[in-house]
């Protein structure tokens, strides 16, 4: 019996739901490691959106459903499940290592209400603190640290929306912003083996709002979205060879508001483009203990992308876009300071600068909906600023990272939704 | 040509180029996760300033005391046999001689001694031992556990069973055994034997403990008539063991001795207050340089004990571990080795459970005290005195500061 492409694809579209599936499942599965060599530092790296379809175009965050006045077009109950995965290539020196890290990426719900408003919900990373790091091994040292970072800063939000004239819709969400890490400082003694592992836990909650809004035409769409300054609770737990070392600290973080824009254009019925920006001016960023306020040192930070989709058919879009951001927190390196006797370890702050190429495609599923499917490379990189000093190790950091999203998309409006930027 | 235009038309390119893409991301983030992670310190600079620096520190010994304790010997390999300046030892044996075992038809029965040094040659004399011992407690002053002996270094009869020179790498006695009367049979089966040195020096002689069970351990050969043939019959050894005394310790009163066979023992102690109770100890190396009064091996092993009972209320009753929490080898022959041992876990210990696990300090011995006798001296002061070198590190800093 000879198979014909009628056949092939005739099996495939009955199989693509449960191929679709299969493939979440996968991306959800994968080993656990850790996520950037940089998130031990601030609140750890900002989580991307967490919807295939924005990543794919370089994730314009504004035109995704974190912009709670996005949602023009919503004609029916939709959610999207997205699993995310990350390799981390890290080369500092003459060393490189690769870490990996799979979890849910995020859940998104909405639906349509009557006269034009939306309900809308969801749960979302903000920020990631995964991470794994080895010490070096001193020959003065019989000694290793081993930290593990787990955790980050998650938003669960609810909102509402009102569509006006089927081009425009504001609207509003509130995020009960909550979370926790733990690091766990492994001590292993190289010559017997011993262990012994310091940890710390932070829990954190806040309570933030979130305005947005859009204008979405054939053509042209333009959308935005403001976060309020944050003030995040953050208190500390440590416990020291698995006893409790002191009592909990308690941290009033505060974070200053964020701004995110993002135009697109569709000049052919195949064509669009999109760019966004997201500013993060965090330079003002603080702490509290004790009733003592610092500052944390954060930086004013931006994110810009452009992107593109091209529908090669009605069913079958590809998409591609470029990334430039600036982290809000900076990466440190060491020097020795001479002038000191003994000499001192000068720590030397330097920026992370990250650029990114995205592409992503999506596969329907008939009477279901979609699945999204992105893959990112990202290039990270900090370098000490040249200085007289002599420099105490590797005076720069760079990481490549390898992101794949998947996003299960449920609607059955999903040929319609490629006409429009967000619903 | 329908066909032809269904290939070309534009759902199924775009369904071929959806499929390339898939097949192209997917792979590439296989091979990504599932390469392995390797430990190299790639971002540790970005912890580095939440790490506080290591810390060293040298304590000398705040507390030092040493005893002597007489201890069962019975597990070594080794029995000593004779007396030299230091010491005076004899060995007692029990074989497992059945009392059902028939007499008549026995033509000889001899005692079969082995021992390690060949060149050696020792007199000796056996006599039946008087009282029964057993080979976990007996030592010099005590028959086992509970009981002591009626005189410190056992309780013989005076009769003679067996003597000679002991030369060679084994040796053959006459054993009396046949012409005694039933008491002084039971008496030898019940409580073995003593065999006593006649000259000076002092020589090994192999045990029956260990891999030494068949071919070097301590036995009778008899040989009996059976059926109008000479055959012959081993009897193993059941247990044996060294009694050692010392003679002389030639030392001070108030020397820090460790030695084997009569155990001597060094308590110690160090102030680790000073130490944070959050802190992890890297390294915590208890060093000293003994000076070797006597020995009969050329590496000898101490251990480490950690105290469960204050020495200074209980002196040299106070209880310690049994299984020694750390050991080292030290070279007599290398005048310059200083003895080195890891106690990391133990300062762990005083230093982050000091409520607990109390610092009652740390007793110095033999590893084991059954091990082949030596004898060390070790300083109380000066640059070869007991110091503890430790070197830790203090918890992480806070994420947030």
Excluded at chain 1, 196 to 206: H, L, N, P, Q
Aim: net charge neutral; charged share 20%.
């Amino acid at each position: 019996m000879r198979l014909t492409i009628g056949d092939w694809r005739l099996a495939s579209m009955r199989t693509r739901p449960v191929l679709a599936l299969g493939l979440w499942l996968l991306a959800s599965a994968l080993p656990c490691c850790a996520q950037s060599f940089y998130n031990s530092r601030g609140l750890g790296e900002v989580t991307p959106a967490g919807e295939a379809r924005v990543a794919g175009l370089a994730e314009p965050s504004a035109l995704s459903t974190l912009n709670p006045g996005i949602f023009v077009g919503l004609n029916q109950t939709s959610f999207h499940v997205t699993a995310l995965a990350v390799a981390a290539l890290g080369t500092q020196g003459s060393n490189t290592r690769l870490l990996q890290d799979a979890r849910p990426g995020a859940f998104n719900v909405a639906t349509p209400l009557p006269l034009g408003a939306r309900l809308f919900g969801g749960i979302n990373q903000k920020f990631s603190q995964d991470f794994d790091v080895w010490s070096e091994s001193l020959s003065d040292t019989a000694y290793r640290r081993h930290i593990i970072g787990r955790g980050g800063i998650y938003a669960l939000r609810a909102g509402l929306a009102k569509s006006f004239f089927n081009r425009v819709c504001i609207g509003g969400e509130y995020n009960r912003v909550l979370g926790g890490s733990r690091e766990n400082w492994r001590f292993e003694a190289e010559n017997g083996g011993a262990t012994s592992t310091d940890t710390i836990e932070v829990d954190y909650a806040g309570n933030t709002l979130k305005l947005g809004g859009s204008y979405q035409d054939r053509f042209f769409s333009l959308a935005g979205y403001y976060e309020p300054p944050l003030s995040l609770t953050a208190r500390r737990y440590k416990r020291v060879h698995g006893v409790i070392d002191d009592t909990a600290r308690l941290y009033e973080i505060s974070l200053p508001e964020s701004y995110s824009l993002a135009a697109a254009a569709r000049p052919t019925d195949r064509i669009g483009i999109d760019l966004g920006l997201t500013v993060y001016p965090w330079h003002d960023a603080t702490i509290t203990f004790n009733d003592t306020t610092s500052s944390l040192g954060y930086r004013n930070a931006w994110r810009g992308s452009i992107g593109a989709e091209y529908e090669i058919d009605s069913l079958h879009p590809i998409r591609v876009g470029y990334s430039q951001q600036t982290w809000y927190y900076n990466a440190s390196f060491y020097e020795f300071d001479t002038t000191e006797q003994p000499s001192a370890l000068v720590q030397v702050p330097s920026s992370i600068s990250e650029r990114g190429v995205h592409i992503g495609t999506s596969i329907p599923i008939p009477k279901f909906g979609a699945l999204d499917l992105s893959g990112e490379i990202l290039y990270r990189s900090s370098q000490a600023p040249s200085s007289d000093l002599a420099p105490a190790g590797p005076t720069s950091l760079g990481e490549f990272a390898g992101r794949l999203m998947l996003t299960l998309s449920y609607s059955e409006a999903w040929a319609k939704r490629t006409r429009r930027w967000g619903y | 040509m329908k066909e032809l235009k269904s290939l070309v038309s534009p759902p199924r390119i775009g369904a071929r180029v959806v499929l390339c893409l898939t097949l192209c991301i997917l792979p590439a983030a296989i091979v990504l996760f599932s390469s392995s992670c390797n430990t190299l310190p790639v971002g540790y600079d970005q912890l580095r300033d939440r790490v506080s620096g290591a810390a060293d520190t040298t304590l000398p010994a705040d507390s030092s005391s040493s005893y002597a304790r007489y201890v069962p010997l019975g597990g070594s390999s080794l029995l000593y046999l004779g007396s030299d300046t230091s010491y005076v030892a004899r060995l007692i044996i029990r074989f497992s001689i059945l009392d059902t075992m028939s007499l008549d038809s026995i033509t000889s029965f001899q005692l079969v001694l082995h021992q390690p040094d060949t060149a050696r040659t020792m007199g000796l004399i056996c006599r039946p031992c008087s009282s029964q011992w057993t080979e976990s407690g007996v030592s010099w002053q005590m028959a086992d556990s509970f009981d002591h002996w009626l005189t410190p270094g056992g309780d013989f009869l005076s009769d003679t069973l067996a003597t000679g020179i002991m030369t060679g790498d084994s040796a053959v006695f006459d054993f009396r055994y046949v012409g005694l009367d039933s008491a002084l049979r039971a008496t030898i089966r019940d409580c073995g034997i003593g065999i006593f040195p006649l000259d000076t020096g002092i020589v090994a002689i192999y045990a029956g403990t260990g891999s030494n069970t068949t071919t070097t351990a301590p036995r009778l050969l008899v040989t009996y008539t059976n059926k109008g043939k000479q055959t012959q019959r081993v009897v193993n050894d059941a247990s044996d063991a060294s009694l050692i005394d010392t003679v002389a310790t030639n030392s001070q009163p108030f020397d820090l001795l460790v030695g084997s066979g009569v155990a001597f023992r060094t308590w110690l102690t160090f102030n680790v207050d000073s130490i944070p109770s959050s802190a992890t100890i890297a390294r915590a190396d208890l060093k000293f340089r003994p000076e070797t009064k006597y020995h009969r091996t050329d590496t000898i092993n101490l251990g480490v004990h950690r105290l469960t009972d204050s020495y200074i209320l209980k002196g040299a009753s106070a209880r310690f571990e049994t299984t020694p929490l750390a050991t080292a080898s030290y070279v007599p022959a290398d005048s310059d080795s200083v003895v080195t041992i890891d106690i990391r876990s133990l300062v762990q210990l005083w230093t982050s459970r000091e409520d607990t696990l109390p610092n009652y300090g740390l007793l110095l011995e033999a590893a084991p005290e059954w091990s082949p006798l030596f004898r060390l001296r070790i300083p109380r002061s000066g640059p070869n005195a007991p110091r503890l070198e430790v070197q830790y590190v203090l918890p992480p800093e806070d994420r947030f500061r």
